[in-house]
């Protein structure tokens, strides 16, 4: 294959990762349900290539966003419990929304996250 053939095929990877960051790169509203409750928490979002991050009001969690999907673990805490404990999310973009499942610790959570104008 020619060098220049591959140059461009690098480049037109490299815009493709890029526009799928800014898929999720943002401000998010995230309702979190479990059986025993639900909140609602504000989440921003940066990801850099396929590396991710996110602050949940002084929380910092790290990950991946990868081909539509965003992975997140670190420490979170919930008002409404009291305490803190380490958050793993997994959500889908879809259509401006991120919808997915979390584990916080010993619940189970469904995860809906709208994009805050």
Do not use: C, H
Not at 46 to 75: C, F, H, Q, R, W
């Amino acid at each position: 294959m020619k060098p220049w053939i591959i140059s461009i095929l690098l480049g037109v990877g490299l815009m493709a990762s890029t526009a799928f960051a800014a898929d999720v790169d943002g401000n998010w509203s995230i309702s979190m349900t479990a059986a025993e409750g639900a909140t609602m928490v504000s989440m921003s979002v940066a990801v850099s290539g396929e590396v991710a991050t996110a602050m949940i009001g002084s929380d910092t969690l790290a990950g991946t966003y990868k081909n539509g999907e965003l992975k997140l673990t670190g420490p979170m805490y919930v008002p409404e419990a009291g305490m803190s404990s380490t958050l793993n999310m997994i959500a889908r973009y879809n259509s401006d929304q991120l919808i997915g499942t979390a584990v916080w610790d010993v619940y189970d959570i469904d995860v809906l996250g709208t994009r805050k104008n």
